[in-house]
């Protein structure tokens, strides 16, 4: 059974940090392109950043500069760092696993900012 399991978020004031974890089971994990998709509300999920096997990223251009995304192979885990947050960035955010035309998703964990 594929599970992905989000982990890290929260309220947070503008300006501050936060690093969103995603623990997977059940796939071969570092042949998987990890992601994490975002949605806030009446908006459409959007990808918010990418890493493949190999670990090269794509990063939304509206993140660019302050999130990072990682992946441990070892952990099976790929991470989130947040920083310099804005109110725009609230929404529910998602991990995802990719392989070829198969994918998988998280049940996605709540990112607030707001003072």
């Known amino acids: 059974q594929v599970q992905l399991v989000e982990s890290g978020g929260g309220l947070v004031q503008p300006g501050g940090s936060l690093t969103l974890s995603c623990a997977a089971s059940?796939?071969?994990?570092?042949?998987?392109?990890m992601g994490w998709y975002r949605q806030a509300p009446g908006k459409q999920r959007e990808l918010v950043a990418s890493i493949s096997r190999g670990g090269s990223t794509n990063i939304a251009d509206s993140v660019k500069g302050r999130f990072t995304i990682s992946r441990d192979n070892l952990k099976n885990t790929v991470y989130l760092q947040m920083n310099s947050l804005k109110p725009e960035d609230t929404a529910v955010y998602y991990c995802?696993?990719?392989?070829?035309?198969?994918?998988?998703w998280g049940q996605g964990t709540q990112v607030t900012v707001s003072s």
């Open positions: 059940g796939i071969n994990f570092s042949i998987h392109t």
């Open positions: 995802n696993a990719r392989w070829i035309t198969v994918a998988y």
